[in-house]
């Protein structure tokens, strides 16, 4: 839930009240289906990725 918070932050997805999550650019399907992971594909998009434990 925590990661879904984050990338409804970054603009990556949307969520609709009763209906889900949806994905808010097609692009980014495209990039991740290319088993590149999420923090690489931020990354290029030019987004600051930080981590914390």
Request: hydrophobic residues 40%; charged residues 25%; positive net charge.
């Amino acid at each position: 839930r925590k990661d879904i918070d984050l990338l409804v932050a970054w603009g990556l997805v949307v969520r609709r009240h009763g209906s889900g999550t949806y994905l808010v650019r097609k692009d980014v399907l495209h990039q991740t289906a290319s088993l590149t992971g999420l923090v690489e594909v931020l990354k290029r998009q030019g987004k600051t990725v930080t981590s914390q434990v």
